[in-house]
């Protein structure tokens, strides 16, 4: 079993690297949980529900495509986290059959919390399964598989339109290429329309983000493998979308995610470096940075610079109601930590 880790503990703004001018600082840095049932975690999710509440989601299980790999969530009341709980799992008759993936957590307007997650033996052959809730997580309903073709949000949280329409954005991976494009719903996630970007691409990328600009602009930030964050811009709420082209961000191959913040501004989390000799070498590192334009980046915080061999990766963010960011993400496959910006 893994090793214990304090479940909470606050860092001040001087224990960080700050960059520049800005009003960010780091109020709070806490890993979720203490002494939990599974060897190895990844892939967090983060959602605001009622009365101020953090939830958050994560796969867990002895590692990840082991088939004992489940959903687990907790929520953080009051500043404390409780104990995970695991709200899905690969069971076929009690037998396991499946891991499970890439948990998303996401709230529409209209109060529907939709847990989204993969299974399958790996991302080339998961489908895409989803489990609601009307009453912020107390109870779910059964766990349903999205249509044909439709994976749900792979790594990152859906989007909503003014008008109620959810884009969810998704991608693919094959041998020979991987591909983004966007799930959109206009009936409250009952149907998804598949929508491409930019199929023929040079560039190979999954696990888009969306950001919202003024009027029917959107932007989406993907993790590829050419060793930068590659976007696509939409002029028309989502409904088609230019070519891929590079980003100034480095990438090594490996997920970020980004959230439009009240104020217009944006921002994205995402480890600064380029693929190394090992897949984990860039994931030491873990970067927060500021945009005016979704063009222009700034680094303005080091969440982690530390040891070659340990991972810090996946992020997940969020902006809450009282206009705080939470960001959670993947602490060297031991447990989730979770950070708080104001």
Avoid at 50 to 70: C, N, P, Q, T, Y
Avoid at 111 to 129: Q, V
Avoid at 194 to 199: H, K, L, M, R
Avoid at 212 to 222: A, E, R, V, Y
Wanted: hydrophobic share 35%; aromatic share 10%.
């Amino acid at each position: 079993m893994i090793r214990s880790f304090l479940t909470a503990f606050v860092l001040t703004v001087s224990t960080v690297t700050v960059f520049g001018q800005h009003a960010w600082k780091k109020v709070t840095d806490e890993l979720i949980f203490n002494n939990p049932p599974f060897d190895q975690c990844h892939a967090s999710t983060l959602v605001e529900i009622d009365g101020g509440k953090l939830m958050a989601a994560w796969f867990g299980g002895s590692h990840e495509g082991s088939k004992d790999v489940r959903i687990w969530l907790s929520i953080n009341e009051q500043g404390k986290w409780t104990s995970p709980v695991a709200v899905a799992d690969g069971k076929v008759n009690g037998e396991w059959s499946s891991p499970l993936w890439n948990p998303v957590l996401f709230k529409t307007k209209k109060g529907k919390l939709f847990l989204f997650y993969k299974e399958g033996p790996s991302p080339r052959e998961w489908w895409g399964m989803v489990r609601t809730s009307d009453d912020n997580g107390k109870t779910w309903s059964a766990k349903t598989r999205l249509p044909e073709g439709v994976l749900g949000p792979i790594k990152n949280k859906p989007i909503e339109l003014a008008d109620g329409t959810i884009l969810s954005p998704s991608s693919t991976e094959t041998d020979d290429k991987w591909s983004v494009h966007i799930e959109r719903s206009g009936d409250g996630g009952k149907t998804w329309a598949i929508i491409p970007v930019d199929a023929d691409s040079r560039f190979d990328v999954i696990q888009p983000s969306i950001l919202i600009h003024g009027g029917n602009k959107l932007q989406i930030l993907c993790r590829s493998k050419q060793g930068v964050v590659v976007e696509s811009w939409s002029e028309d709420s989502g409904k088609t979308w230019g070519k891929l082209s590079a980003t100034t961000l480095m990438n090594p191959n490996s997920g970020t995610d980004a959230q439009t913040l009240k104020d217009g501004k944006h921002m994205i989390v995402y480890n600064p470096t380029v693929p190394g000799k090992e897949w984990f070498n860039g994931r030491y590192k873990l970067n927060v940075a500021l945009s005016e334009d979704g063009e222009k980046w700034n680094d303005i915080l080091k969440l982690e610079d530390g040891d070659t061999k340990k991972e810090f990766s996946y992020p997940s963010i969020i902006q809450t109601k009282d206009g705080k960011v939470h960001i959670s993400y993947t602490f060297d496959r031991r447990n989730i930590k979770h950070i708080v910006l104001e």
